[in-house]
């Protein structure tokens, strides 16, 4: 896949997350994970990335005041611990089917792990692109 078509898609997805938490929650929780699962089917010509629509279960779960993960962690880790677990359904199969080297699998959870922490004071509308983009950036390392 040309990589400017791949570009456009990270930024579509950036996009949805931004939506999906503005006000059209189903374009986070089922659009956006539905989009990185195909087009990473495409890209790795593996049926194991399917196994990223798991990250629909972490997206319900959510981060917000009712949020187990809240409950448990706290809002900083609460948070974090989310991105994490959504990072992780997003690349382990990659990661396993050596379609995205461990120099890439690290780095992708621990800047997920971080945006989520680090940017929940800033507005929303600037935010939240910026963690649909590191959910997305998968996109840019699979081979």
Known sequence: MEESIIILIVLICSALFWVGGKWWLPARRF???TILSLTS???SHSWYSLT???CIGVFC???GDNSLLRHIFGNGWGRGVWGLLA???LSLSLFLTHHLSIWFF???LALN???ENVLK???QNIGDPIIGLGFSCILLFVS
């Open 121 to 123: 004071n800033i507005n």
């Open 31 to 33: 659009i956006l994970p």
């Open 87 to 89: 990072a992780i359904c």
């Open 113 to 115: 792990f971080t945006l």
């Open 106 to 108: 690290v780095p992708y």
């Open 41 to 43: 089917l495409i890209l």
């Open 52 to 54: 990223m629509l798991s």
């Open 61 to 63: 779960l959510g981060y």
